[in-house]
């Protein structure tokens, strides 16, 4: 009987590994870590993410599929590229979150009646800048982050928040003055004034709360609140159902056998794996238009001559 007992106790060991093995595995996959001291998932440096690059259309995307988001892009001119450094902030489906992109022009399109604006490609090794951040809600800290990256994030599962409740306390470190002199007249053209951020050396520090800049056309007061009802009934169903466990794993491990749905989007947190299609169908679109733009272009020049 005892030996019995123990040859369980070790198939049942092994097979929470395993699944612990693999949930990691999964939410690698993703293109995220987790850090369990904050209780957040973040983004790893070369996710698959990486590919995809940056255009307005994906923020356009976001409350339709969910996700409440305030954003802030700044853009400036240096070493004769675009750049866009972007800010998030908002809640994320299940998640509520933070995040500061850097991305580099790549395409520029201009589609009469259709599309204006600039493709970015997402910064590559030698574009990485130092960035820190504090997400705050309501004045209480969420989680900070901190690194040399292209996309610093954090997401807080099970967390949720109205947009307008989160502040962002922001510092990034520019690459030289130039850069830096660069960046400060982004915020200025995006609304900040001079008392809204202060300068060390490169580093440019910066409170992001009322986003300054226009927001996504989708956002609407009433979808607003649709969405949002629907994001605080799914952060409540999985508080009841997580409130008996004290870690990740079996919270997830209880969700995936009680409520697999739920269990699926948990494992497309933040701008995951439903926004991979609709990246891909944007991309597409976009080049249909732009190659149907230059032949009708082509047609016209021919039948001027």
């Not at 259309?57 to 700044?74: N, Q, R, T, V, W």
């Not at 580093?203 to 609407?220: E, G, L």
């Not at 794993?249 to 947190?269: F, G, H, T, V």
């Not at 933040?270 to 238009?289: H, R």
Request: net charge negative; aromatic share 14%; with cysteine.
């Amino acid at each position: 009987m005892s030996v019995q007992t123990g040859s369980s106790a070790e198939m049942s060991i092994k097979k929470n590994d395993d699944y612990y093995e693999d949930l990691e595995k999964f939410i690698e996959i993703a293109g995220y870590s987790y850090d369990s001291l904050q209780d957040i998932f973040y983004s790893t440096l070369d996710p698959w993410q990486r590919k995809v690059g940056y255009c307005r259309l994906y923020d356009e995307a976001a409350a339709p599929m969910g996700m409440i988001i305030d954003s802030e892009p700044i853009y400036f001119e240096y070493n004769a590229k675009k750049w866009m450094i972007g800010l998030w902030k908002g809640q994320y489906d299940l998640v509520t979150g933070g995040e500061i992109g850097v991305y580099i022009g790549a395409l520029d399109l201009k589609i009469p009646g259709l599309f204006d604006g600039t493709f970015y490609s997402c910064a590559g090794d030698n574009d990485l800048l130092q960035m820190s951040y504090t997400l705050k809600k309501n004045g209480e800290t969420l989680f900070t982050r901190e690194g040399t990256h292209w996309w610093l994030t954090g997401f807080k599962l099970g967390e949720f928040s109205e947009p307008s409740e989160l502040i962002m306390d922001i510092s990034i470190t520019l690459k030289d003055a130039l850069m830096r002199d660069a960046f400060v007249s982004g915020l200025r053209n995006a609304g900040y004034s001079d008392n809204q951020f202060s300068i060390y050396y490169n580093t440019v520090s910066f409170r992001y709360d009322i986003p300054k800049t226009p927001q996504p056309i989708t956002r609407r007061p009433a979808t607003d609140r649709l969405i949002q009802a629907k994001n605080k009934l799914l952060c409540d169903k999985y508080q009841e159902m997580t409130q008996a466990f004290d870690n990740l794993q079996d919270k997830l491990r209880a969700l995936e056998k009680e409520s697999p749905e739920m269990y699926r989007k948990i494992m497309n947190i933040g701008k995951a794996k439903p926004l991979s299609e609709i990246y891909d169908s944007l991309i597409t679109v976009v080049l249909v238009m732009l190659a149907v733009y230059l032949s009708y272009r082509a047609l016209t020049y021919n039948s001027d001559k």
